[in-house]
């Protein structure tokens, strides 16, 4: 049998960096194609409506096969941020 003797600095290093890497892996990326619950979720909305008007408008990218309907998330995230407003107001 081997030993293998680390100092306590590079054993603690080694250590963060297995942290990091398992996090990695571990976190998920976000799915593209989201469900109209999900889709209204990100939006901030409760109403089936509002997002068959944004769809209907052509402000938001969609996909349906039959009556399966999923949103496309990175068209929502463009939507808000087109529609961010700065204030102007003046703090006194």
Same mark, same amino acid.
Do not use: C
């Given at each position: ?11 603690? #290093?080694? $250590?963060?960096? @297995?942290?990091?890497?398992? !996090? ?7 799915? %593209? ?6 889709? #209204?979720? $990100?939006?901030? @909305?409760?109403?089936?409506? !509002? ?7 052509? %402000? ?33």
């Amino acid at each position: 049998m081997k030993i293998i003797v680390f100092e306590k600095e590079a054993y603690y #290093k080694m $250590l963060e960096e @297995f942290k990091k890497l398992i !996090k990695d892996v571990a976190t998920p990326e976000p799915k %593209e194609w989201l469900s109209p619950n999900e889709a #209204k979720n $990100l939006l901030g @909305f409760r109403s089936k409506s !509002k997002l068959q008007q944004l769809r209907d408008y052509g %402000e938001i990218v969609f996909s349906q096969h039959g009556r399966v309907i999923r949103y496309s998330r990175s068209s929502i995230i463009s939507f808000l941020e087109k529609h961010i407003i700065k204030s102007h107001r003046k703090n006194y």
